[in-house]
């Protein structure tokens, strides 16, 4: 997330098969579930969905790999071998839920300032683009 500059939906979908020529195709992600009960919506937890938030056309977007995003994704596949997902505890995959709760634990065990997921998006996206990285390929 720090070094690609996703959504965080986006993020926790992310499977290896999607790395191909150092880059990533971003193409679906986490999304919350809801049912009606005949009054009311109710959750029905979260589910991956093979589509991403429309702001364009294109179904996916491809997004270049730092040599940091390599090398996360190289350690999280020797952690985790047979994983489908990238990010994966103990054979689950993790949720958007629990990467915001575990990002303002380590921000608060740390003292310094908490920063949402989307916060720190934009920041990312920032600062490629100020290193010359085309963030949309």
Known sequence: MFQIGDRI????????????YGKIAIQRM?????VFDGENFK?????IVEHLKKENDSEYRFISLTD???EIISKAR???PDGEFIFERNGERLTARAVTYWL???????GITY??????????????STEGM????
């Open 115 to 128: 920063k949402s997921p989307h916060c720190t998006r934009r920041t990312t996206a920032s600062r490629l």
């Open 68 to 70: 940091k995003a390599k």
């Open 78 to 80: 020797k952690l985790n």
């Open 30 to 34: 986490e999304e919350k579930g809801l």
């Open 104 to 110: 303002w634990k380590y921000c608060r065990d740390a």
């Open 9 to 20: 939906g986006e993020n926790v979908a992310l499977k290896f098969s999607d790395i191909e």
């Open 134 to 137: 085309h963030l949309i390929r």
């Open 43 to 47: 959750s029905a937890g979260v589910q």
